[in-house]
Every structure is written in C-alpha cells, then in structure tokens.
C-alpha cells in the first residue's frame, strides 16, 4: 500500500506534468493562430492556380510539356508530410496510416517510391524498410516556400527524366484545431478537368511552350508548399487538442490523488488516536 510521502510525491509530480502540458497549449494555440494566417492566406492562390492549371491540361496536348505527359504507370513518388515532433495525439498516426494503406492497395500495380518530408515520417518508415529515396526534416519556425521549391525543382527534375510515372502528395489538410483529415492527392501528371468549366479559348504569349515551362514547375512548386503548410497548421492544432486534454486528466488525477491521500491520512490520524486511547485505557487498568 502506497504510503503518504509517495502519494504526495505523485500528487507533484503529477502538479509538474501539468504544467508542462498547460504550457504546451499555450505555446500550440500562439503557433496555430500563425499557422491558420498562413494557409488562409495560401489556399486561394494554390486552388486557382490548379484550376488553371487543369484547365490549360484539358486544352493541351499531352505532349506540349514533359509534366503534362501521361505515361504507363510502373514507377510512383509518395510524398509524405510528416512533422519533426511528437506530443500532438495521432497527427503523425493518421497520416502515415493513410500512407501504408496507399502502398498496401498498389504495391502489386507498381513500384513506389518514398520523398519524406518530416523526421516522424523518415524514422517511422525507415523502420519498416521500405524504397526511401529521399528524406528531410522541416526548418525551424515557421514553414518557408524554400523547402517547397527545393522538392518541387528534384520532383520536376525527375518526372521528366523517366524517374517516376506519377506523383501523389500524403498530407493532413487542416479543417480546425479540432479536426484534420490526412488526405492522398495527385501531383503529377495535372489531372485535366472539364473544358466548360472554364470556358474560353486561351491565347498563349510568347509562346504556349514558354508559358508552360514557366508556370508547370511553379505549379508543383505552390502545391508542395501548400501540403505543408497544410500540415503545419494541422499539427499544432492536433498538439493544441492533446495537450488540453492531458492538462484536463491531469487535473482529474490530482483530484483523485488529493482525495486517496486525505483518507489514508485520516486512517492514519484514527488509528493514532485508537493507539493513544488504548495506551490510556491500559494504564488505568
């Protein structure tokens, strides 16, 4: 049975531990209010710049760009968007989850390869020795499009040289601090979407080659950095949620722990007063 010094010994330990996630709360909620700014602001520029994208796809031949170029499929990159830390509840889980269940499903259809971006993603799957062929870990701070450039351009590179015959990004799309969906989408090739949707006839200047080559690197460039952003916020409301609720149950297990510790300490002060009480009734007999 546990005695009074350790229980009090938990009750602080327990006391420490919450204010250590209170902490955390804190610190996500100021990250996730930037975070939130960043994607806002981003979302409209990635989702109209697909759209045009898709658009100019459905009005081009295949072969006008090396990225519009739809091939057999043998050989495909997963980009998966993980984060460098813990403590956020099944953010990482989730994800990576949704990443194994893509390569279970199409192992037998073609070969994947593995661009991890977050070294949750890279210990997680290095673990499992599966075809990584890249892996790198998020800069401090907040998310720069530097990094998204960076995998764009070696994505772009490869693509064309015959690399891989299809790309698909693996991320958690950010809905609020309360909820994120891990989310498998199409890179490359641009999937063409309806002509009417858009209508209109486009003229190209200088040139529809020109044009393409300028705007189809910048294109995955956009979507990459979006995916992380995308991530980004996702992550530190998923951190927000986790670390409220283990302040929450904190409090609750000191509350239990309070209440364990008051009536051993009243055992204990009744069975003192029964030791005195029959120490004096020996002495008068």
Known sequence: MATLRDIKRRIKSVKNTQQI?????????????????????????????????SSLAARTKSD???????RDVKKVELIVVTSDRGMCGGFNTNIMRLAEN???????????????VGRKGKDYFKRRGLNIRQDRTLPPGRPNYKLAAEIGQDVAENYIN??????????SEFKSAMSQRPVVTRLLPIEPIDA????????????EEAILSELLPKHIEVQIFR?????????????????DSATKNAKEMIAGLTL?????????ITKEL??????AEALKG
Request: aromatic fraction near 10%.
């Open 102 to 116: 893509f390569i279970r499903n199409n192992t037998d259809k073609f070969d994947i390869g593995l661009n991890l």
């Open 21 to 53: 996630t209170k902490a955390m709360k804190m610190v996500a909620a100021a990250k996730l209010r930037r975070a939130q700014e960043d994607i806002v602001a981003a979302r409209p520029y990635a989702q109209k710049m697909m759209n045009v994208l």
């Open 196 to 207: 009417g949707e858009f209508p209109g006839e486009y003229i190209f200047e200088p040139s």
């Open 227 to 243: 995916a992380i952003l995308e991530s980004a916020a996702s992550e530190h409301g998923a951190r927000m949620t986790a670390m």
């Open 260 to 268: 364990k510790y008051n009536r051993a300490r009243q055992a204990a």
């Open 162 to 171: 015959g690399a891989f015959d299809e790309v698909y990004v693996v991320y």
């Open 274 to 279: 029964m030791e005195i009480i029959g120490g």
């Open 64 to 70: 006008s760009h090396p990225l519009l170029e739809v």
